[in-house]
């Protein structure tokens, strides 16, 4: 064979069984894998109804529709090969033999077709990305967001960017070049500098959107904490609408933070219930206790739990074993549960009396009551917390990195100014140049590729 890349094929749709198993192939042979399995090749883009059969003995494995796209014009740029089996395990597996015995075949490790649309150029780098997170989207303003990224909202900001480096680094270059030549005007280096601060500004703007694209990226983490016993759990459930941590009256038996996730009027909220905080001689425990402290602490809201039913008017029920007070530094909103076995009704209703941004509840967790006003608190909170957040530009650190680097190099090449500096100007403008290319992943990127596909499913 001449053309020695190999072409791979993998499952691309989900867990087996199912009504439809989508297999792709991609690569030189993927026109011999068609040949092989149907007998042919379909007209390109067009959708044939075929009999998927053994190579070897003839036998008909299924009957199901191909497609054939042909490169560049694909997704990967590469030919391709699809086909649109049953979905059974057997089925499936029949397929991949046949497959898999075709000279050059090899299954395709994760995100090894998207690697390619980046290699021949289908995709770069921040489409990518913006591909994984549409993939991993749960909530509608994550998709949006991840939409906006694979059609290249900040990829194509950076390259105009880039570009306007690029030029501005030619007329320091050509200055550099040509100090001697007469009609090379003397200042060319005051309006390279000129277009460095303008966009020096404007990466500095991007920069200061306070994270908010990151934000909606990774959720709003919210930490149900408080004393043992208190109904965490079975507030974490109400919340969840599902029996998601195991309920019972022994203190200390939620040992470990599960995580909830929540589509929170459209926007992703991640609920942690976290271990009973407090203190214990048990070393496993403590680890446990430990953990979820450490989670809670770095949450964006804490919902701090108190028994009700346990308060005796005073307010000594609200604290950790004997060291007291709430170990939390976010912004933290006291739950008084149990209303319904409230001893004293004073507890009840007492949010309208809070003023401060740290907000009192009352609720029932067991029978609902106040779950409500909660409930739109916290979607009211999150509306707040996210606002703006899809328009943002940078839903990553990686291109958060990027941008400050560039802001770091133009800073430093506008230092220099004056005459005699050129040298060093234009060395700062090419390290601003190569950082906004290594964003969109044009430019010398062999380390961060692994860490970007690593995180795709096989097929993708
Ligand atoms: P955690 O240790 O804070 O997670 O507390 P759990 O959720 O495991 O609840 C401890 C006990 O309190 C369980 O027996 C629950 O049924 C009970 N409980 C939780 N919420 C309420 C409530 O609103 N009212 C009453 N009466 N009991 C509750």
């Known amino acids: ?248 009256p022994y203190p200390g038996t939620t040992r470990d933070v599960i995580e909830v996730h929540l589509n929170l009027d459209g926007y992703p909220v991640t609920l942690l219930d976290t271990a009973g905080i407090r203190e214990s001689s048990d070393p496993v425990e403590q680890m446990g206790i430990r953990r979820a402290a450490e989670r809670a602490a770095a949450a964006d809201l804490v919902l701090w739990v108190i028994d009700g039913s346990a308060i005796d008017g005073s307010v000594n029920g609200i604290g950790v074993g004997s060291s007291g007070g709430k170990p939390f530094e976010s912004e933290t909103w006291t739950i008084t549960n149990k209303t319904d076995a409230a001893v004293n009704s004073l507890w009840i209703n007492c949010e309208s009396q809070s003023a401060s941004s740290d907000r009192k509840f009352a609720v029932s967790a067991l029978s609902g009551e106040g779950m409500d006003a909660l409930i739109e608190a916290l979607a009211a909170h999150a509306r707040d917390y996210f606002a703006g957040a899809e328009s943002g530009l940078i839903t990553r650190a990686r291109h958060r990195r990027a941008l400050e680097e560039t802001v770091g190099a133009l800073d430093r090449a506008l230092a220099q100014g004056g005459s005699g500096t050129e040298e060093l100007i234009a060395e700062e403008l090419r390290s601003a140049a190569t950082t906004l290319g290594r964003l969109t992943g044009r430019v010398d990127v062999e380390d961060i590729l692994d860490v970007i596909f690593r995180d795709f499913c096989i097929g993708k």
């Open 1 to 248: 064979m001449t053309d020695l890349r190999p072409t791979i094929f993998a499952l691309s749709s989900g867990r087996p069984p199912a009504a439809i198993a989508v297999v792709r192939v991609c690569g030189p042979q993927a026109s011999v894998a068609l040949e092989k399995l149907i007998g042919r090749v379909p007209a390109p883009r067009y959708v044939a109804l075929v009999k998927v059969r053994d190579p070897n003995g003839g036998e008909a494995i299924d009957e199901a529709l191909a497609l054939w796209f042909p490169g560049p014009h694909s997704e990967t740029g590469e030919d391709m090969a699809e086909f649109q089996l049953h979905g059974g395990h057997a089925v499936i597996a029949a397929v991949f033999e046949a497959l898999g015995q075709i000279e050059g075949c090899r299954p395709a490790e994760p995100g090894e077709f998207t690697r390619r649309a980046f290699e021949n150029g289908r995709l770069d780098l921040t489409e990518v990305e913006g591909l994984a997170d549409l993939i991993a989207a749960e909530t509608p303003a994550q998709r949006r967001q991840a939409y906006r990224q694979l059609k290249g909202l900040i990829g194509e900001q950076a390259q105009a960017w880039r570009k306007q480096i690029v030029e501005a680094l030619a007329l320091v270059e050509a200055r550099i070049d040509f100090t001697d030549e007469a009609d090379v005007p003397e200042d060319l280096v005051g309006p390279a500098l000129c277009a460095a601060q303008q966009l020096r500004s404007k990466i500095s703007a991007a920069l200061g959107d306070q994270g908010r694209g990151e934000r909606l990226r990774d959720g709003m983490i919210v930490a149900i904490a408080g004393p043992p016993n208190a109904g965490k759990s079975t507030l974490l459930n109400r919340l969840a609408r599902r029996e998601a941590a195991i309920v019972s």
